[in-house]
Every structure is written in structure tokens, then in C-alpha cells.
């Protein structure tokens, strides 16, 4: 019940932060967190939303949704509050996410009472998102993307997956962009780019809070330009530093490919590339 209580003021509102991986989704979900009025959950990434979403499309859009709704055996609105539950408590911990919120209060008590969203990365196809809505009819999406080059680069460099081939780094981005591209014209969601987080990120801050209808902060737009963020394993995250600055320092990462791999990435990636409007400078 107190756990109920806590999260009542922003439990209906959800912000569901959607990109591919090695996007800059990390360092945009902290900076939301920075927010006052926004709860970026903790951990954040929550894939087992899409399958949720996916349920609860079955009953609200499927084709055999009356089907779905009769064997289901309880009323749907019933069901639906049980999916709200389990997609934050999956995000947030069980009891509505008590443990985390207690946490936060106590980190900062007149921070937490301003929260009018909760926030977590996933990965919802279009089926899935419309579920989601469904269940959070206030839910807002907040899609990012990044040019292909620097995501393909980044994998390349990511210990999870570097052993992989280059052929299937660049597949990888090119079918994420793919899934997601709904997004580009869903009502819901606001799409904008990494590459101007890092040039203008008081502006793209602006934008978002414009889409979530909250007051602009600086917050967030400083928790950008001073945080280079590293969700490599083997780089830590750099504080008090000039984001804008470093990155531009820095050589283009396709120079470092062979002329077999920049053919392979436009091959696989040039059609994607242009439909998010990204240029390929060889």
C-alpha cells in the first residue's frame, strides 16, 4: 500500500526511451533523470516491456482479440491493471518499486516530490508500443537515433559483441532502425538525434519537455555537456569535462575501416542511413 502511494503521482505516466543499442541511450536516460519532474528508474533497461506490450495488443488490437478477452476469464481493465503493475514493478522492484522509491526520497526528498513521469529504456516494435499505450494512455516515447557509422563503430569496441563480424554490427543497427521507424511518425513519441545532444543540447532538452508538456530545466542540458558517459565496461564515465569539445576532437571513426568494410556497411546500411537522413562521407 505505501509503495501504491509513493509512486501514485507519476505511476500512470510513463516515459519509454527507445533507440538502438550504442545510441546514447544511457547518457539521455540520465539526463532526464536530471529532471526534476521526470524519474529515470534505476537500471532502466527493461526489455520484458515489449513483451508485455505485445499482450496487450493481442486483446486491444488483435484480430482475435475477442478470442484473447474471452479466455483471458477476467474483466479486461482488471487485467490491464495487473499488466501496469508487473511493467513497473519489473522496471522499479517489487511492492510498486518501495525499496527504490524509499531510496530515492531519502537521496532527496523535495526532489522526488516534483516527479510527474517515471522513465526506462526499451525496445518496443510498433505492435508493442501500441499495447503499451493502450495500458498508459498518457505514455510519451522519446526515440533516439545515431548515425550508423558511430553505432557500428561503437559495437565494434564493445566487449560484449566486438568478436562479431562487421557485416552483422552493421545488420544489427540497420534492423533496429528498421523496427523503429514507426516512431518517426507516432503521435506519441518525439525523435532527436545524438548527434545534437552533443552540439545543442538546451535546445533537444527543450524539445523533449515541449513533447512531455513539463517546464524546460537545465538540468538535464548540463548533466550533457559536462558527462561523457561510458557504458563500456572497460572506460569509465568522465565527469566535470567538455563533452561538446572531446567529441569533436576526435577523427572520423570511418577512417579507421577498410575500403571491404565501408562497402559492406553502405551495402547494408545506406538505405537506412538516408531514410533517417544521415550522410555517408565516403
Not at 533537444?204 to 515541449?210: E, G, W, Y
Request: aromatic share 12%; net charge positive; with cysteine.
Amino acid at each position: 500500500m505505501l509503495g501504491a502511494i509513493l509512486c501514485s503521482r507519476f505511476y500512470h505516466r510513463p516515459v519509454f526511451l527507445v533507440g538502438a543499442g550504442r545510441s546514447g541511450t544511457v547518457a539521455l536516460f540520465r539526463a532526464l533523470g536530471a529532471h526534476p519532474e521526470v524519474f529515470s528508474i534505476p537500471g532502466g533497461e527493461i526489455p520484458i516491456l515489449m513483451s508485455i506490450g505485445r499482450a496487450a495488443y493481442l486483446l486491444e488490437h488483435g484480430e482475435e482479440k475477442e478470442y484473447f478477452l474471452e479466455q483471458t476469464k477476467v474483466p479486461k481493465q482488471y487485467f490491464y491493471s495487473k499488466l501496469k503493475r508487473i511493467c513497473f514493478e519489473s522496471s522499479a522492484g517489487p511492492y510498486y518499486g518501495y525499496r527504490t522509491l524509499i531510496k530515492a526520497i531519502m537521496k532527496s526528498p523535495s526532489a522526488y516530490l516534483g516527479k510527474r513521469y517515471w522513465c526506462v529504456k526499451t525496445f518496443p516494435g510498433q505492435e508493442a508500443a501500441l499495447g503499451l499505450l493502450s495500458l498508459y494512455p498518457q505514455a510519451k516515447f522519446v526515440y533516439l537515433v545515431r548515425s550508423g557509422i558511430n553505432v557500428v563503430h561503437s559495437r565494434t569496441k564493445f566487449q560484449h559483441f566486438r568478436d562479431r563480424e562487421f557485416a552483422e554490427h552493421c545488420q544489427s543497427w540497420s534492423s533496429a532502425a528498421e523496427r523503429f521507424e514507426y516512431l518517426q511518425n507516432f503521435e506519441a513519441a518525439v525523435l532527436v538525434q545524438q548527434e545534437e545532444l552533443v552540439d545543442v543540447p538546451e535546445r533537444i532538452i527543450r524539445k523533449i519537455c515541449a513533447h512531455l508538456d513539463i517546464a524546460s530545466d537545465v538540468g538535464p542540458a548540463k548533466f550533457l555537456k559536462n558527462t561523457l558517459v561510458h557504458s563500456l565496461s572497460d572506460e569509465e564515465t568522465r565527469e566535470s569535462v567538455d563533452v561538446k569539445k572531446i567529441m569533436d576532437s576526435r577523427a572520423p571513426v570511418h577512417e579507421t575501416w577498410t575500403k571491404e568494410q565501408q562497402k559492406i556497411f553502405k551495402d547494408i546500411c545506406g538505405k537506412t542511413m538516408e531514410k533517417l537522413k544521415y550522410e555517408i562521407p565516403f
